[in-house]
């Protein structure tokens, strides 16, 4: 019988329980040079010490007009390195596996002076007008998005995730919404998502799993439904995905109409359909804070793993509250235990 606290391996990576920390932007770096803080150190490591399985790094930019802010994380260069591996280090030797998110906002890139898009569309009215990139600097970006993951691999990354959702630069190629280009990467929607799975796994470990976070539903008139979702996502499980994250939204401003539940596990029965349909690893994530539903989630087999965001923000030990009120077995560091 599979729980929250069963182990679980896909390819190489090993997994002491089924609780992942997402990626959550800290907006932190305070020097706007992509390197990682203390801030960040004492971040994540506190979640490896709180028990997570697997801790995400939140989006990490392939270069510095690709953040959403100026504060973000970068792996656009080799001084970029050090900061992440003192991270991956010290949560290794918590008991926790670490990924990295690797990420380009494309047209929601705020502090950039002209943000880069497929098609020059704004985000919305309040949002800088990007433009449109050539098709050689979509090649380009290709380029940026595989040196970026040499780097998280030098770092010692168990991990890694390319962001397909929310919005950002995959997420505008592969929606109508956003990508009205007249290139291969307009006829072809997928394309340039499909490129970066190939230029990720060109320099990772042949048996480190490839994880991508899509948005399997977009919330504005127009957007696309899981039908349209689980089109795409073949596209990139064939292209080499080894398990997907499965969110939704972020493509534009959310239409009253097409506004998503606010209920807990809302999202969960779009990674179940697509788990379902493509017979591959997902990841549920939003609003699975609670202990007993984030366990039901896992012993139904609607996902592979949870990921507690918010849950998180709020209490660094979730997982080890989370085996004290399921009565589950975990390892509790000794110097804690008088406090479970």
């Known amino acids: 019988m599979k729980d929250l606290f069963s182990p679980y391996k896909i390819k190489n990576l090993e997994l002491k329980n089924r609780i992942v920390m997402p990626p959550m932007c800290q907006y932190s770096v305070d020097q706007k040079d992509g390197i990682a803080t203390d801030w960040h150190y004492l971040h994540y490591v506190s ?9 995400i790094i ?4 392939v270069e510095p007009d690709g953040r959403i802010s100026d504060f973000d994380l970068g792996l656009w260069s080799d001084e ?3 900061a992440l591996k003192r991270i991956v280090d010290a949560c290794h030797s918590y008991g926790a596996k670490v990924g990295i998110q690797i990420a380009h906002a494309g047209r929601k890139a705020e502090d950039a002076e002209v943000p880069v898009a497929p098609s020059a569309i704004a985000f919305d009215e309040n949002s800088k ?4 990139l050539t098709t050689e600097e979509v090649k ?9 993951v040499a780097r998280a691999v030098k770092a010692g990354f168990d991990t890694i995730e390319i962001h397909g959702a929310h919005g950002y630069l995959i997420h505008q190629f592969h929606s109508l919404l956003t990508n009205k280009r007249d290139d291969e990467y307009g006829k072809d929607l997928t394309r340039f998502g499909r490129e970066i799975i190939h230029a990720a796994k060109s320099e990772m470990p042949e048996d480190m799993p490839l994880l991508m976070r899509i948005s399997a539903k977009e919330y504005v008139e127009g957007g696309y439904g899981i039908h349209e979702s689980i089109a795409f996502a073949k596209d990139y499980q064939q292209a080499g995905v080894d398990m997907f994250d499965i969110s939704s939204g972020g493509e ?3 239409a009253a109409w097409g506004r998503p539940g606010t209920h807990a596990a809302y999202q969960v029965p779009l990674a179940k359909d697509i788990k379902q349909a493509l017979d591959i690893p997902v990841m549920a994530v939003g609003r699975l804070d609670d202990p007993t539903l984030a366990n039901a989630v896992i012993g139904n087999e ?6 507690i965001g918010r849950g998180m923000l709020r209490n660094p030990y979730w997982a080890l509250e989370a085996a004290t009120n399921l009565r589950k077995e975990t390892e509790i560091p000794k110097q804690y235990t008088t406090g479970f």
């Open 47 to 55: 979640r490896a010490i709180g028990g997570a399985g697997l801790i």
């Open 302 to 307: 609607d996902a592979d793993l949870v990921a």
């Open 252 to 254: 534009g401003p959310i």
């Open 80 to 82: 970029q390195i050090p």
């Open 140 to 148: 380009e970006l290709v380029e940026k998005f595989r040196t970026a």
């Open 58 to 61: 939140e989006m990490t930019d």
């Open 129 to 132: 007008q990007p433009r449109s």
